[in-house]
């Protein structure tokens, strides 16, 4: 007997061995009957059969068994020697399934520059991959809206097929700083048939070519020099002037305007540097620059060359810089802090700085008047012991009362005193730093509004 799949490829036993044609016949091999006999003769033919098929999805060889039991029963009357003959053929039946569109499709654009110049592509490719075997796949790719085409691609694991990566190096986008969409179509391919496209596209463009627009022309004139605290001649207080220096340009387009200002001095030579002091619209072709001598390195009111220059833009980016003929001289100032406005409180003189020891001392003072306490002051070698024994055990008491308040919240724990507020430590939201907070008690929160001390039991009365 012969067994064959459905295009006809030979099926062998478990032995490795082929199996018998479909003519062909096997004896039973059984003694031969002799005389009259009524008999009755049963077989049993049992065939197991082993075939390796490709499967769709993996791509790998799945091992399958068949089994076939053949039942012959037979009923005769034997006259003579006769050998009994059965002749059987089995033939088994291998489909494949629908081809699928592969899964886990992805795709990543690589553009390599040059680190000294970005617009300058060094090497661009597209890395595609797929739960699949590559050789039995199709992949094609389009740019844009262009014709689509199947390229040259370098498998990137080899033998690994969940998934399998492959390098695209004809996947090239024009330099030209714009946006560009790559779509990479996979299919499979499984003998004749062919499965339903996998599609995943990306948006990809190249870094911005370098600008080649150049303003023709540049110059720069000093209006005013600056001047640090002349006194004003109605109020006669001191006031700074600063310095202010025009620009001009010739150029169609918007442009970047630049100083070249001395930032620090060496032994041996000038450091400048390139700072960027304004912008103007393409129909402007003159700017003010004022107070550049606060970007100068200070040397004492001493003149500094200051070169400016202007730059195109163009694509959000800055062309070449075109410098003005020659520099503008321009003293260096300092920059002072702008003095802050003074409050209510200011004015009204009722703002205090108490140090610790001062806070020791109004304590001090504030026990010995309550008990009627000569209080020595600044006390020196020949006060009343006594009395300087007091003082001892004040100056004690607070300074632990003190550290045992900062002790309690250092580790996270919170002291509360009455008529004054509570001291906590709090941790921020990732709770990684922990830090001091105050919140103020009842009394010394209404009091504060209304203008009086007040203890906690006060407010409550006047704010139930």
């Not at 001649?233 to 001191?238: F, G, M, N, R, T």
């Amino acid at each position: 007997m012969s067994l064959r799949t459905e295009l006809n490829s030979e099926l062998l036993t478990e032995s490795g061995l082929s199996l018998l044609a479909e003519q062909e016949t096997e004896d039973s091999g059984g003694e031969p009957v002799s005389g009259l006999i009524h008999c009755k003769a049963k077989a049993t033919l049992t065939l197991v059969a082993k075939a390796a098929l490709s499967h769709v999805k993996v791509f790998t060889a799945v091992p399958i068994r068949a089994k076939a039991t053949l039942r012959l029963s037979g009923k005769a009357l034997l006259k003579a020697i006769k050998a009994l003959k059965a002749k059987a053929a089995l033939r088994l039946l291998a489909r494949h399934g629908t081809a699928q569109a592969p899964s886990g499709c992805g795709m990543q654009m690589t553009i390599l520059t040059d680190p000294a110049r970005p617009d300058l592509i060094l090497d661009q490719y597209l890395l595609v991959w797929f739960n699949g075997h590559p050789n039995q796949c199709q992949v094609t790719l389009k740019l844009d809206q262009g014709a689509a085409f199947q390229p040259a691609f370098l498998w990137q694991n080899p033998g690994v097929t969940s998934p399998a990566i492959l390098k695209i190096d004809s996947a090239e986008i024009p330099g030209d700083g714009l946006n560009h969409r790559i779509t990479a179509t996979i299919r499979q391919a499984i003998g004749t048939r062919t499965s339903p496209a996998g599609s995943i596209s990306q948006i990809s463009k190249t870094p911005s070519m370098r600008t080649t627009l150049k303003p023709e022309w540049c110059g720069a004139t000093l209006i005013r020099q600056g001047e640090d605290d002349q006194p004003d001649a109605h109020s006669h207080e001191l006031v700074s002037v600063s310095d202010l220096t025009r620009i001009d340009w010739r150029h169609s387009g918007a442009v970047q305007i630049i100083a070249r200002v001395p930032v620090d001095y060496t032994a041996t030579r000038t450091i400048l540097s390139d700072k960027a002091i304004g912008y103007a619209d393409h129909n402007e072709t003159t700017f003010y620059a004022e107070d550049i001598g606060l970007k100068c390195a200070f040397a004492g009111h001493q003149l500094h060359n200051v070169l400016f220059g202007v730059a195109a833009i163009q694509n959000g980016s800055f062309g070449p810089v075109t410098w003005a003929n020659a520099p503008v001289k321009i003293r260096d100032r300092y920059a002072r802090k702008p003095t802050p406005m003074a409050g209510p409180d200011q004015i009204a003189g009722t703002v205090e700085h108490w140090s610790l020891d001062g806070l020791k001392k109004r304590i001090q003072q504030a026990l010995f008047e309550q008990n009627g306490w000569n209080y020595p002051g600044d006390y020196s070698y020949g006060a009343v012991p006594i009395e300087i024994t007091r003082l001892n055990i004040i100056d004690t008491a607070i300074t632990k009362a003190l550290l045992r308040i900062k002790g309690q919240i250092r580790f996270g724990g919170s002291v509360t005193l009455d008529d004054l507020g509570r001291f906590e430590a709090r941790w921020n939201p990732d709770r990684t730093t922990r830090s001091v907070g105050f919140v103020a008690s009842t009394g010394f929160v209404i009091g504060t509004r209304l203008g009086r001390v007040l203890t906690d039991a006060q407010a409550k009365v006047l704010n139930p």
